[in-house]
């Protein structure tokens, strides 16, 4: 059944949305007992709020939050850059079999390359993004090799 999605639907769908982000723990909404509109926080990343109108669904509105749990949008911006890095790197060889110390010395070249790029007066974002993705990855490598433990 389709509804015309009015302006007191995407009111209640804000504040559904603001006691979603002010609570993670939070589920359900109803703005009040009597409120003829109730919110569930849908979806795999739980950043949709689905609104129904006293039994008839009005909409399934998507990705309205960040998702939760998540981490923010910067760590996710960055654990990208990291995944376009790490498959760069793993097309030159598989890194499973790599030494502890060949992969510090890499995060070493990558951090002195860092280094140079953040003494220069007019630095390049991109490098210096590219060059901590590439550190990033090669820590996690060397977690991945010979960590393993919970933190």
């Known amino acids: 059944m389709t509804h015309q999605i009015t302006n007191q639907h995407l009111?209640?769908?804000?504040?559904?949305?603001?006691?979603?982000?002010?609570?993670?723990?939070?589920?359900?909404?109803?703005?009040?007992?009597?409120?003829?509109?109730?919110?569930?926080?849908?979806?795999?990343?739980r950043d949709c709020v689905h609104v129904f109108e006293l039994g008839d669904e009005v909409a399934n509105f998507v990705q309205q939050m960040d998702p939760q749990p998540g981490p923010r949008k910067e760590v996710r911006e960055f654990a990208q850059a990291m995944e376009l890095q790490l498959a760069s790197n793993e097309q030159k060889g598989?890194?499973?079999?790599e030494?502890?110390?060949?992969?510090?010395?890499?995060?070493?070249?990558?951090?002195?390359?860092?280094?140079?790029?953040?003494?220069?007066?007019?630095?390049?974002?991109?490098?210096?993004?590219?060059?901590?993705?590439?550190?990033?990855?090669?820590?996690?490598m060397i977690s991945d090799n010979y960590g393993g433990g919970k933190l």
């Open 11 to 45: 009111q209640f769908v804000e504040k559904a949305k603001d006691a979603f982000q002010n609570n993670p723990l939070l589920e359900t909404y109803r703005d009040h007992p009597t409120s003829e509109m109730i919110a569930l926080r849908m979806g795999s990343d």
């Open 99 to 140: 030494h502890h110390e060949y992969l510090l010395r890499e995060l070493g070249k990558n951090a002195v390359k860092l280094e140079k790029e953040l003494a220069k007066e007019d630095h390049d974002k991109y490098e210096i993004t590219l060059r901590c993705a590439n550190m990033a990855n090669f820590a996690m």
């Open 94 to 97: 598989h890194w499973r079999r």
